[in-house]
């Protein structure tokens, strides 16, 4: 009888040794497959230089406007700022360059850039070399911490501010032609019958944008019409509408063209079209398209976003609604090729964009939310 019980006992000692086995042959296996691996990776610089002009020749006191074409290899939108520098240090005094920033999308895109030499300057030989600016912060598609000074403007606000501070170049100066100064210039005369906002309303649009502006380290000068001379601003913020008429169109042409900077607002790029009074204006821009950078002007509303992360180096992320839009407001469609898209309604309207004209340079947006 002792017999079958020891066979059993064997038997059961032979199985817990095989599965002791399988086990251990396992936990062997899942130490092996959990081994580290390393996997090289690699980052890029997006921005190649292929072609620029070989050579020049000027006068003292000549500007010379060239192209230059770079490729953007990545992905995303670069808001890049490039300098132009002389070999001969104390012949730099003599050059003024653009030394502006570009919006570069993906793909290869021409360029303009411009300089001018001084009418005291000797006669010289000397090379200038294009270089990447990289020594102060720059906008890029990377996520960037939010200013300081912009911690009270609110998403539409702080993309304003971004907005005119890439249009005001390297300047400092902008005048803000705007509704309540329009209306102290007018309603007592020739505008008693037009179609004004509300004192509140006037009041809230002139000390919001003037935030905005503000936050961007701007000098601000306050007007309720376009002067005869806008040559002593780096950037001309409108939005009066009544301050704009057709016979405007040229003088602001001839401003950006020759290195000034627009922002404009909402509807007023339709009163360069046609006269109006009211708050109406024309939604055919074809007359204006080539240095404003779209060619309709429309109403739209719904949510708003950017579209891509960070414009102008802001906190906005494409991610977020900057604007809840519940009435319809000002938007842009059929932009020019040289116009770059900043923001979009849902819908596909164009909330914001920028645009480059000569040597100044376009900032639109069509609409924002008012500080309390």
């Not at 601003?233 to 009544?242: A, E, R, S």
Request: proline share 5%; charged share 15%; aromatic share 14%.
């Amino acid at each position: 009888m002792q017999k079958p019980n020891s066979t059993k006992k064997r038997f059961q000692t032979f199985i817990f040794g095989i599965l002791l086995i399988s086990i251990i042959s396992i936990s062997g296996f899942a130490v092996y497959a959990m081994q580290p691996v390393s996997i090289p990776a690699e980052v890029k610089e997006p921005l190649e230089i292929l072609n620029y002009p070989t050579s020049f020749s000027l006068y003292p006191g000549e500007t010379v406007n060239f192209n230059f074409t770079v490729q953007n290899s990545a992905s995303v939108n670069y808001f890049q700022e490039f300098e132009f520098l002389v070999n001969d240090t104390s012949y730099q005094k003599y050059v003024t360059f653009s030394n502006t920033n570009y919006s570069i999308q993906p793909g290869i895109h021409t360029l303009n850039a411009w300089f001018t030499i001084s009418s005291n300057a000797p006669a010289a030989n000397f090379v200038i070399t294009i270089n990447k600016k990289t020594d102060t912060p720059t906008p890029t598609p990377t996520p960037t911490q939010k200013d300081s000074t912009n911690s009270t403007l609110n998403p539409t606000l702080e993309l304003l501010a971004g907005g005119a501070r890439w249009a005001a170049q390297n300047g400092n100066n902008a005048l803000y032609i705007n509704w309540e100064d329009n209306y102290q210039n007018h309603y007592s005369t020739d505008g008693v019958d037009w179609e004004w906002k509300s004192e509140s309303a006037r009041y809230r649009w002139r000390r919001s944008i003037a935030a905005a502006l503000e936050s961007s380290n701007l000098e601000i000068a306050f007007a309720g019409d376009i002067p005869d001379d806008l040559n002593p601003y780096d950037v001309v913020v409108i939005f009066g509408y009544y301050a704009v008429e057709p016979h405007y169109a040229q003088q602001i042409k001839d401003y950006i063209q020759n290195g000034g900077s627009v922002v404009f607002i909402a509807g007023v790029p339709g009163f360069f079209i046609s006269y109006s009074k009211t708050q109406s204006c024309s939604t055919n821009l074809k007359y204006i398209e080539e240095w404003f950078g779209a060619s309709v002007y429309k109403n739209a509303h719904g949510l708003t976003r950017v579209a891509f992360d960070n414009p102008f180096g802001t906190s906005l992320l494409t991610t977020e609604i900057i604007y809840d839009v519940n009435l319809k407001n000002g938007a842009v469609s059929s932009l020019i090729s040289s116009a770059d898209p900043i923001a979009y309604y849902d819908s596909g309207e164009v909330f914001a964009f920028t645009h480059e004209f000569g040597a100044g340079r376009v900032y639109y947006q069509a609409h924002l939310k008012l500080l309390d």
